[in-house]
């Protein structure tokens, strides 16, 4: 049994920030990077957040493939539009910058519409919808990721991940947030399941043999990572249950990643050159927002939109079930349960304690030393 420990939103916030400091990133940076991760943790996706925090930002910083301090430069821009390059900064930073340009836009002119290249993984998407929420705004996102999904009918990893994101401002106490990958899952939860010793569930992964992978979720994630296997798209494996249309979502969002800013797509994006050694990630991401004030007016929009959210789950359920949720309603319930703080798993604890001990942060003690 993997043991947790819960660790209190102050010190993991302090720690976090500090560490990101620490490996060069400047700290008004390391604050949006802290909060874009623990927000992650404050919703129960725990794919995306303390569990990426060493292996997915610090060791790409120590690897040179990322960079602390981050260099966003505007290409071209417009009114409503803006390309962005990245430079191989912070995923988070830049994600913010973008969805704060978008977000301008659109509050002068209705819509706004920034695209970014050469960037490396932002986080969780819904992060950046629930910017544009909080502002009135509908909030949509999404970004290519490196190549691990086969498209339907095929067994090679050809694109990513591929969230598509989307957020509408409602008059309830949390907004509507859909914020989900294109494929059944994905590897964060993947390396999840491998860290809390659960397998993979059935269907969600297939081999070059076109058969579905099982078992063990570290022997599955070696075989992604080594080509001799995919994550499959929304809808799983063929097309009798709809799998063609994980897969066309899948590559919208990769049109979206690449071709308006002129940026690398598919196995560009494995982070390796033509002589395997490492590199970048060089990914993509787009971020729309629309201000519903432009419209009908924002009460307007927040009065429908909680109308159409409390219809669905004031609908027949089917036996046995107690509720129907709408998107953002499960993680708003997850944050309240969470208010104390985050749970850590083991092999998070051993992370965060080799953190702690390389930069000399002697001031923080963790619940699993006492």
Request: aromatic share 8%; proline share 3%.
């Amino acid at each position: 049994m993997n043991k947790t420990q819960i660790v209190d939103w102050k010190t993991i916030t302090d720690f976090v920030i500090d560490a990101f400091v620490g490996y060069g990133i400047p700290r008004a940076d390391a604050e949006i990077c802290a909060d874009v991760l623990l927000e992650s943790d404050k919703r129960g996706i725990e794919s995306h957040g303390v569990n990426r925090f060493k292996p997915v930002y610090l060791d790409r910083i120590k690897a040179g493939i990322q960079q602390a301090v981050t260099q966003i430069e505007i290409i071209k821009e417009t009114p409503t539009t803006a390309v962005i390059d990245g430079h191989h900064g912070m995923g988070q930073v830049i994600g913010h910058k973008a969805m704060s340009m978008a977000i301008a836009k659109a509050k002068e002119y209705g819509m706004g519409m920034v695209v970014v290249r050469n960037s490396c993984h932002y986080g969780i998407a819904g992060y950046y919808s629930t910017m544009a929420t909080k502002a009135g705004c509908i909030g949509m996102t999404g970004t290519n990721a490196r190549p691990s999904v086969a498209p339907t009918l095929g067994v090679e990893g050809m694109f990513g991940t591929n969230p598509f994101t989307i957020g509408v401002p409602t008059d309830e106490a949390f907004d509507f947030n859909f914020d989900c990958a294109t494929s059944i899952t994905q590897n964060g939860k993947v390396e999840y399941y491998e860290r809390i010793g659960e397998d993979v569930h059935p269907g969600t992964i297939i081999d070059t043999d076109g058969n579905a992978v099982e078992g063990d979720a570290g022997v599955a994630l070696k075989k992604i990572r080594g080509g001799t296997a995919a994550l499959t798209t929304l809808g799983g494996i063929g097309e009798a249950l709809g799998g063609y249309k994980g897969y066309g979502f899948a590559l919208a969002v990769e049109f979206f990643s690449s071709i308006l800013q002129d940026g690398a797509y598919g196995k560009d994006l494995d982070g390796k050159d033509e002589q395997g050694n490492i590199r970048p990630y060089q990914l993509g991401h787009w971020f729309i927002a629309i201000d519903t004030e432009h419209f009908m007016g924002e009460d307007v929009a927040r009065k429908k939109a909680g109308d159409i959210c409390r219809s669905m789950r004031a609908s027949k359920k089917a036996p046995g079930v107690e509720r129907i949720y709408t998107a953002g309603e499960k993680e708003y319930e997850i944050g309240i349960a969470r208010k104390d703080g985050v749970p850590i798993n083991q092999s998070v604890q051993k992370e965060i304690t080799q953190i702690r001990d390389e930069l000399g942060l002697t001031q923080y003690k963790f619940p699993w030393e006492v």
